[in-house]
């Protein structure tokens, strides 16, 4: 349960009092996510989430996030925008830490997608993506390609505690990608970098919530359908993949941006980056887990598998 922040019910109530949303009900921690702690708040007047930002969200990306979503929202995309107090502030302060009230969405996140659950998936980043052509602020990816080997060296030796061999098996995959990664020839635009199946609410097989922009950023954005693609279409231990969900998600995706003959050649590429990006996150969490969160650890082994994947296909396409 990713509740790493307690917030007591005298804060909640005087931070509640800055806005027009009525008197506290109930607050519960939410059990699902593993960055922030969030709450469920209930008031008179309505439903929100509660969010306190923790150690990955830096309070100086907030205002982009914000502006995200806000940008977003304007352009009818199911996203959560920041609720503003009366004067007007969507970031505050809540027991230390960057907070934000936030607009609830109904539905549900889905735990084996349907192929046209991805579908719905695919077509929905790719509004996303045509929405923010006018989007101008911009934000580094601060999980990209960059930063993959500085964290595979933080991890170093340890990761052999996790599994044998793994230390091996990222240094590997990790140089090949470097080697064909062609950053610099993809289109980019703002990203969500981070649309798992988690990050989507559905009510059956339409989308009703894109949710956790926190990783947003500038980067490739094609790399953004591998991240999902990577995430929608294996069962969670990434043992098994699912070529119809996959294939649901591009063409979903290509109602908006067909790929380019560039982009599809790249695609495997970009998919084992994403996979060493989540197995490199994961991974460190598992081994710096703070001792009093309450939170479920992800496994990094599930993305080795996902990544053996997208290997064996670049060598098909090799042969
Ligand atoms: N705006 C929202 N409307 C409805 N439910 C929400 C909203 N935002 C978050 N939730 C609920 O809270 C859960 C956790 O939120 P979120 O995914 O943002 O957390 P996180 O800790 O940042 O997670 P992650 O591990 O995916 O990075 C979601 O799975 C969803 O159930
Ligand atoms: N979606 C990520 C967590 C956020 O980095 C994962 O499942 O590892």
Known sequence: MAVYTHVSAEALAAFLARYDVGELISAKGIAEGVENSNYLV???LGRFILTLYEKRVAADDLPFFMALLDHLDAKGLPVPPAIKDREGREIQELEGRPACLIKFLPGVSLS???PAQALA?????GAMHRAVADFTP???NTMGID???PLFERCGRSLDDIAAGLHDDLASALEAVE?????A???RSAIHADLFPDNVLMRSDQVSGLIDFYFACTDIRVYDLAVMHTAWSFDAKGENFDAKVGEALIAGYERHFPLSAFERAQFNTLASGACIRFALSRAWDWLNKPA???VVRKDPLAYMRRLKHYDAELVKRSV
């Open 42 to 44: 209930d008031t008179t």
């Open 112 to 114: 084996h997608p349907t």
């Open 121 to 125: 998936a695919g077509d929905a980043m």
């Open 138 to 140: 911009t934000r580094p």
């Open 147 to 149: 930063t993959w080997r």
């Open 179 to 183: 080697a064909n990664w062609c950053g």
């Open 185 to 187: 020839d993809f289109d």
């Open 292 to 294: 009093d969160a309450l």
